[in-house]
């Protein structure tokens, strides 16, 4: 059985930093599978935030780039999520992705507030 398991969130102040995990088990960070995080806030569609290869090659949402650090660890199966410098705009929660060939998977989700 897959299953993604995110931890790392919880409550912030504005400026401040949090880092996301995600660890997989059932399934292997392979060299063809693209792990990320996405987020939703209340009221909106789910979005794409960063994305990784298993070369290395990113993606950030313009919103992030900057701030936010996608990195993976293949031998852990684990994707990371570093972000500085939170706005409460980032207050959503947080879901890992991982996509490869036989499927899509996501996690529960993990809870992100920015707030003073």
């Known amino acids: 059985q897959v299953q993604l398991v995110e931890s790392g969130g919880g409550l912030v102040q504005p400026g401040g930093s949090l880092r996301l995990s995600c660890a997989a088990s059932g399934i292997f960070f392979s060299r063809y599978t693209i792990v990320g995080w996405y987020r939703q806030a209340p009221g909106k569609q789910r979005e794409k935030v960063a994305t990784i290869t298993s070369g290395g090659n990113t993606y ?27 706005k409460p705009e980032d207050t959503a929660v947080y879901y890992c992705n991982a996509d490869r060939p036989g499927g899509v998977y996501w996690g529960q989700g993990t809870q992100v507030t920015v707030s003073s």
């Open 60 to 86: 950030y949402a313009d919103s992030v780039k900057g701030r936010f650090t996608i990195s993976r660890d293949n031998a852990k199966n684990t994707v990371y999520l570093q972000m500085n410098s939170l």
